[in-house]
């Protein structure tokens, strides 16, 4: 939602006045860094009842179920994108095609694109994510408890120590494409965070429910705090996502506080049902969204939610029985999250 309302800025036929405005209320890069926290949360939670139940978890089939998950309504967005490059709708430039077809667009020269480019933008966090899913499952199949927990505070300390880098501009030209706006390095501690917040709910779950019982009144509004506080400098936003963190925990072990009921909303299940395709798909229709419709600008949103609904129906639905056979166990997660976040 605050990816949608960034991106209603750049829709033609917004008024130009209200740009700087629209910005500062719906931070979309602020939204993406809670979709990795929330990410982080239950990739690990899956993976933490796997092994609770079969004492080991299956690399092959966590592979699987996330290239099922992922992977279909992807490439055909990337088919569309092809599809445009043929007809001389928009071009991407090599830079952009090596990037989309190795999920690192992230890491993307920005000084030899073409305008068409911004078509396939948004997939510089979807790179992140399938890095994550490389690099995260490994390690916690390989690691200990104790050993997974000292992994994900040394990634956030050097995500934070690379993020000091690069405010301060302290690096080699030569190593430019690693310090840029959408470095994987920029966004690990975002990650970490949701990773650290599953470990610490399984295994202290009882501790937590008492903790915002008795004081949730008091951590609310502090964590708002953390996260509404702006970032003066861009390492500072790792002070956010600890705020989020603490509002999605307290948001499960109390999921009936009044700061949470609209989670549970349905039409809010909803679009998290829709998420996915909602990301992959709005990027095309917020650019190609004509000019002639400007004074109805605004459209666009339910347009994107109607593709979304398709794309759900007939790229994602279709592909759950076959998933739910490489799911081991089929994980239960308490219903505060499976109402909140849809199916996972």
Not at 79 to 86: A, P, T, V
Not at 240 to 259: P, T
Not at 274 to 281: E, P
């Amino acid at each position: 939602m605050l990816v949608l309302g960034c991106h209603s800025t750049m829709v033609a036929g917004f008024p130009k006045e209200y740009a700087r405005l629209g910005l500062a209320v719906f931070d979309g890069n602020l939204g993406v860094r809670f979709f990795f926290v929330i990410s982080g949360f239950l990739i690990t939670w899956l993976l933490l009842t796997e092994e609770a139940e079969f004492k080991s978890i299956s690399l092959k089939n966590f592979y699987v179920r996330r290239t099922l998950r992922i992977w279909p309504v992807y490439f055909c967005y990337v088919l569309l994108l092809g599809i445009f490059q043929i007809f001389g709708i928009a071009a991407q430039h090599e830079s952009a095609w090596r990037g989309l077809l190795t999920f690192t667009r992230n890491f993307y020269d920005a000084k030899v694109g073409l305008p068409g480019d911004i078509y396939s933008a948004h997939c510089w966090s979807l790179s992140i994510e399938e890095q994550f899913y490389v690099v995260w499952p490994l390690a916690f199949y390989f690691l200990s408890t104790r050993w997974r927990v000292a992994f994900l505070i040394l990634t956030i300390l050097s995500s934070t120590a690379f993020k000091i880098i690069y405010a301060t501009g302290f690096y080699s030209r030569y190593a430019v494409l690693f310090f840029q706006n959408y470095s994987t390095f920029l966004y690990t501690d975002c990650l970490a965070w949701g990773c650290l917040a599953a470990i610490l709910f399984f295994t202290q779950r009882q501790k937590l429910e008492r903790l915002f019982q008795q004081n949730g009144a008091i951590i609310f509004p502090v964590a708002i705090s953390a996260v509404l506080a702006p970032a003066m400098i861009d390492f500072g936003k790792g002070i956010q996502a600890v705020g989020f963190v603490v509002l999605l925990l307290h948001s499960i072990c109390e999921s009936g506080a009044k700061f949470y009921r609209f989670l549970n909303l349905k039409w809010m299940a909803q679009v998290g049902v829709l998420s996915y395709s909602i990301y992959i798909w709005q990027e095309a229709v917020q650019v190609l969204w004509p000019k002639w419709l400007g004074a109805i600008w605004f459209a666009w949103i339910p347009a994107t939610l109607a593709i979304a609904w398709a794309s759900y129906q007939f790229l994602e639905k279709p592909l759950f029985a076959m998933r739910a056979k490489f799911r081991k166990p089929r994980a239960k997660i308490p219903a505060p999250i499976t109402s909140v976040f849809g199916k996972v």
